[in-house]
């Protein structure tokens, strides 16, 4: 059994969370005071039956820690404690005694100044045992089992315990890479002190602070009438710091100390408190997922991302030059196009800056905006002073002027075209897909990159019908609405969608449709119902096959809809080609349901109910 870990070891886990971040940073030659770990199986092989037993039983931190006290280190343990001191300070240098328990010093949690450390320490057996048992005892603390309640992880263990030479510091402190407080990512943040950090650390003295940019200039300072550090350290401390957060690519907060003109690296944690704090020197961006959440619900594949994104881009860039948005100011504004969604944490979000951009290239942008957001369900509309376009010269307002006519006069033609560009869009469709979809399933990588390439080449770069479609369908709603409130009196805002609930000869209204027609066929046959409920797929069809006009209604729905299905969107989703289990269950619970018990009605009802009376 191995006890004595060295920064080389190949056991990281047993190093603890602290030490195997210097163990990191060691390999990248940086200044750190040499040290070793006791690893806790030192803990476990000097246990007897007895504490073992008792340990594992002690109701209170205070008698857990009381049976730690007692554990002797075994003759092992010691002979290789010993013998790592020996080589750790041949000329009797003090030491530091500190914990390095798994999840200590973590992205998540730092679990900083839970665990005991002891200062200056002889390099004696029994001066470095009785620390040791100190850090070991803090391990059961009560704050510690405290702080696991609140940051539930894997620290279930007497933390291992990091052994390193102590540094006489001249002064000392902490650093951070990035400012925790205000969330600056380019702002480095040096705190020192006269001699070592421990009063800093904990709080006892403020010391003096430094603030550094990313060009290594001191840009503030909070000091005394004589400074702790000269200019120039302060600025070796950032970019150790900043070197240490490189290396471990994320922010880190670091303690060092100065001895004897050198600058050393004590340890480095990752700064916690930056996860959920935007930096305000970035450029702001608003995220808002209220509707687009219903397209791409849940966790998206960089996939399909990587599809919708390249959609979105050449679909609203198709609309612009149809509106008559000159080709320059959409080149102009390419990244806004390619900003119009974004992946964060696996979810797709609407980036409103751009969307409010890309809308202020067309006319009636005010009109428009508060569609727009009506639209995208946006529950908190941006500030005027972001929303709003940038002030423009009294040549580019001339310019604007004229080039508002053109828009203007681009979407009234657009609009008396619109029936002629679905018929054409719908001939394209027609004439790409064929009357019999291509066999994927047997088609070469090339000739499925080669057939991709001619849809999205045929249909994605020749939709303009649909989006002027979903640009007038805005424009004509939010109006619905603004008179159904103005002259309707509809104070709950609702009347435009009892109005128009109820309309008729809607595709999307289709399956349901068929869905009901399946169910009232399959519920005159028990059989074929208890085998859409609860029976499997094989046992299925052998039920379909008795009854022929179901298994050709199920056929025409999925000849019709077998690409269909629940988060369609998504190319990572299956369709009912693979997978019909889910429409084959909910034809078979609306069958035992009773289909015919809710009719099929053209929506007359609901717009009768809508108009109310005369």
Same mark, same amino acid.
């Given at each position: 059994?191995?006890?004595?870990?060295?920064?080389?070891?190949?056991?990281?886990?047993?190093?603890?969370?602290?030490?195997?971040?210097?163990?990191?940073?060691?390999?990248? %030659?940086?200044?750190?005071?040499?040290?070793?770990?006791?690893?806790?199986?030192? #803990?476990?092989?000097?246990?007897?039956?007895?504490?073992?037993?008792?340990?594992?039983?002690?109701?209170?931190?205070?008698?857990?820690?009381?049976?730690?006290?007692?554990?002797?280190?075994?003759?092992?343990?010691?002979?290789?404690?010993?013998?790592?001191?020996?080589?750790?300070?041949?000329?009797?240098?003090?030491?530091?005694?500190?914990?390095? @328990?798994?999840?200590?010093?973590?992205?998540?949690?730092?679990?900083? =100044?839970?665990?005991?450390?002891?200062?200056?320490?002889?390099?004696?057996?029994?001066?470095?045992?009785?620390?040791?048992?100190?850090?070991?005892?803090?391990?059961?603390?009560?704050?510690?089992?405290?702080?696991?309640?609140?940051?539930?992880?894997?620290?279930?263990?007497?933390?291992?315990?990091? +052994?390193?030479?102590?540094?006489?510091?001249?002064?000392?402190?902490?650093?951070?890479?990035?400012?925790?407080?205000?969330?600056?990512?380019?702002?480095?943040?040096?705190? @020192?002190?006269?001699?070592?950090?421990?009063?800093?650390?904990?709080?006892?003295?403020?010391?003096?602070?430094?603030?550094?940019?990313?060009?290594?200039?001191?840009?503030?300072?909070?000091?005394?009438?004589?400074?702790?550090?000269?200019?120039?350290?302060?600025?070796? +401390?950032?970019?150790?710091?900043?070197?240490?957060?490189?290396?471990?690519?994320?922010?880190?907060?670091?303690?060092?100390?100065?001895?004897?003109?050198?600058?050393?690296?004590?340890? @480095?944690?990752?700064?916690?408190?930056?996860?959920?704090?935007?930096?305000?020197?970035?450029?702001?961006?608003?995220?808002?997922?209220?509707?687009?959440?219903?397209?791409?619900?849940?966790?998206?594949?960089?996939?399909?991302?990587?599809?919708?994104?390249?959609?979105?881009?050449?679909?609203?860039?198709?609309?612009?030059?149809?509106?008559?948005?000159?080709?320059?100011?959409?080149?102009?504004?390419?990244?806004?196009?390619?900003?119009? +969604?974004?992946?964060?944490?696996?979810?797709?979000?609407?980036?409103?800056?751009?969307?409010?951009?890309?809308?202020?290239?067309?006319?009636?942008?005010?009109?428009?905006?508060?569609?727009?957001?009506?639209?995208?369900?946006?529950?908190?509309?941006?500030?005027?002073?972001?929303?709003?376009?940038?002030?423009?010269?009294?040549?580019?307002?001339?310019?604007?002027?004229?080039?508002?006519?053109?828009?203007? %006069?681009?979407?009234?033609?657009?609009?008396?075209?619109?029936?002629?560009?679905?018929?054409?869009?719908?001939?394209?469709?027609?004439?790409?897909?064929?009357?019999?979809?291509?066999?994927?399933?047997?088609?070469?990588?090339?000739?499925?990159?080669?057939?991709?390439?001619?849809?999205?080449?045929?249909?994605?770069?020749?939709?303009?019908?649909?989006?002027?479609?979903? #640009?007038?369908?805005?424009?004509?709603?939010?109006?619905?609405?603004?008179?159904?409130?103005?002259?309707? %009196?509809? @104070?709950?805002?609702?009347?435009?969608?009892?109005?128009?609930? %109820?309309? =008729?000869?809607?595709?999307?209204?289709?399956?349901?449709?068929?869905?009901?027609?399946?169910?009232?066929?399959?519920?005159?046959?028990?059989?074929?119902?208890?085998?859409?409920?609860?029976?499997?797929?094989?046992?299925?069809?052998?039920?379909?096959?008795?009854?022929?006009?179901?298994?050709?209604?199920?056929?025409?729905?999925?000849?019709?809809?077998?690409?269909?299905?629940?988060?369609?969107?998504?190319?990572?989703?299956?369709?009912?080609?693979?997978?019909?289990?889910?429409?084959?269950?909910?034809?078979?619970?609306?069958?035992?349901?009773?289909?015919?018990?809710?009719?099929?009605?053209?929506?007359?009802?609901?717009?009768?109910?809508?108009?109310?009376?005369?």
């Amino acid at each position: 059994m191995t006890y004595i870990l060295h920064p080389d070891t190949a056991d990281r886990q047993h190093l603890g969370g602290k030490a195997g971040a210097l163990a990191a940073l060691h390999s990248d %030659g940086l200044p750190i005071p040499a040290w070793f770990v006791l690893s806790p199986h030192a #803990f476990a092989a000097s246990l007897n039956a007895a504490q073992r037993q008792a340990l594992a039983h002690a109701p209170t931190s205070s008698e857990a820690q009381a049976i730690i006290e007692r554990v002797t280190l075994t003759p092992a343990v010691q002979t290789a404690l010993r013998e790592a001191l020996a080589a750790l300070c041949p000329d009797g240098a003090l030491v530091a005694v500190r914990s390095s @328990a798994g999840a200590e010093d973590g992205a998540q949690h730092s679990y900083a =100044g839970q665990f005991e450390s002891v200062l200056n320490v002889a390099p004696t057996l029994a001066a470095v045992t009785a620390a040791i048992s100190t850090v070991w005892r803090s391990g059961f603390s009560e704050r510690v089992a405290a702080y696991r309640q609140q940051m539930p992880d894997p620290l279930h263990q007497v933390p291992a315990v990091l +052994i390193q030479r102590m540094v006489h510091a001249d002064s000392a402190g902490v650093a951070f890479s990035a400012d925790p407080v205000s969330g600056r990512q380019g702002v480095a943040v040096v705190a @020192a002190t006269r001699g070592l950090a421990a009063d800093l650390v904990n709080g006892a003295t403020t010391g003096d602070t430094y603030y550094v940019n990313h060009d290594e200039q001191i840009i503030a300072c909070e000091t005394d009438a004589t400074p702790i550090l000269a200019d120039e350290w302060v600025q070796q +401390i950032a970019a150790l710091a900043r070197q240490v957060a490189q290396h471990c690519q994320r922010p880190q907060d670091i303690e060092w100390a100065i001895a004897d003109g050198r600058l050393y690296l004590l340890q @480095a944690r990752p700064i916690t408190t930056l996860a959920d704090l935007p930096d305000p020197d970035g450029f702001l961006t608003v995220w808002d997922n209220s509707n687009i959440s219903e397209s791409y619900a849940g966790i998206t594949t960089p996939l399909t991302f990587s599809f919708a994104r390249r959609a979105y881009t050449e679909v609203y860039q198709q609309f612009c030059q149809v509106v008559g948005v000159p080709q320059p100011t959409i080149a102009a504004n390419a990244d806004v196009f390619r900003t119009m +969604i974004g992946l964060i944490r696996g979810r797709v979000y609407y980036n409103l800056l751009s969307w409010y951009r890309a809308l202020a290239l067309l006319p009636g942008y005010q009109l428009n905006r508060g569609f727009m957001e009506q639209m995208m369900g946006v529950k908190e509309k941006l500030p005027d002073d972001l929303a709003a376009p940038p002030p423009a010269s009294q040549g580019a307002k001339l310019r604007d002027g004229f080039n508002l006519l053109r828009g203007v %006069g681009g979407l009234v033609l657009n609009y008396a075209r619109l029936p002629q560009r679905i018929e054409q869009f719908y001939t394209r469709l027609r004439r790409v897909l064929g009357d019999t979809p291509p066999n994927l399933h047997q088609m070469r990588l090339d000739e499925l990159a080669r057939y991709y390439r001619t849809l999205e080449q045929d249909l994605l770069r020749n939709w303009q019908a649909p989006i002027i479609n979903d #640009f007038f369908a805005m424009i004509f709603y939010g109006l619905l609405r603004k008179l159904a409130a103005n002259w309707c %009196g509809d @104070a709950a805002g609702s009347l435009q969608n009892d109005l128009l609930a %109820g309309e =008729g000869g809607m595709v999307s209204a289709e399956p349901a449709v068929r869905v009901r027609e399946m169910a009232i066929v399959a519920a005159q046959h028990p059989a074929l119902v208890a085998a859409l409920c609860d029976g499997t797929l094989p046992a299925i069809r052998q039920a379909m096959a008795a009854v022929p006009t179901f298994a050709r209604l199920y056929q025409a729905y999925l000849d019709r809809f077998g690409e269909r299905c629940m988060e369609e969107l998504k190319l990572e989703s299956a369709t009912l080609h693979d997978d019909p289990l889910i429409l084959l269950r909910a034809v078979g619970r609306l069958a035992q349901a009773g289909p015919t018990a809710r009719p099929i009605t053209d929506g007359t009802a609901s717009r009768a109910h809508a108009k109310g009376p005369r």
